[in-house]
């Protein structure tokens, strides 16, 4: 039985039992949230109320909290998952490259103007990015089913 309970079934408000009991408001408000209370506090509510400190202490145990059970996914949803967050991290990886590599021809321009040495740094990092976004948007990025179901009826079409 909480401390709410038990002060309410004597009738008394959070300020009659603070009060009694001499104990600050606040202290029990905390007490009645499920916050921990001094030893001493304790021992005044538990001997107003008529109860021991052992059970006062044992209420005060924060109840687990009830979550409701997670549904389980489906095979198609947790497809989906995996490819937004896929795709979510190419997009960074692009936009690294882009910030980085315009920065660095920036300070290639500022320093050394007449030989462009960004280049060397920058076509390994291209073709970086090609494999990720081959890995991300996978064998139909470039000739896809949309593609292929495109062709097929432009070509029933012309006949």
């Not at 104990?23 to 007490?31: D, F, K, M, P, Y």
């Not at 021992?43 to 052992?54: D, G, R, Y």
């Not at 996914?73 to 990886?93: C, G, M, N, S």
Request: charged share 25%; proline share 4%.
């Amino acid at each position: 039985m909480s401390l709410a309970t038990r002060r309410t079934e004597k009738g008394w408000s959070q300020e009659d039992l603070a009060q009694i009991s001499g104990v600050s408001v606040r202290t029990i408000q905390r007490a009645e949230s499920g916050n921990k209370i001094g030893l001493e506090s304790l021992k005044c509510l538990a001997a107003v109320l008529e109860t021991s400190v052992s059970t006062l202490i044992e209420e005060q145990q924060p109840m687990p909290v009830q979550t409701m059970p997670e549904t389980p996914r489906t095979d198609r949803e947790q497809e989906v998952i995996e490819q937004v967050e896929a795709l979510k991290w190419f997009y960074v990886h692009l936009g690294c490259f882009l910030i980085f590599n315009v920065g660095m021809l920036g300070f290639n321009l500022l320093t050394t103007p007449d030989e462009i040495w960004v280049i060397y740094m920058t076509l390994p990092w291209i073709f970086g990015v090609a494999v990720h976004a081959w890995s991300v948007f996978g064998d139909g990025f470039v000739f896809g089913r949309e593609w292929e179901q495109r062709e097929f009826e432009k070509r029933m079409r012309q006949k």
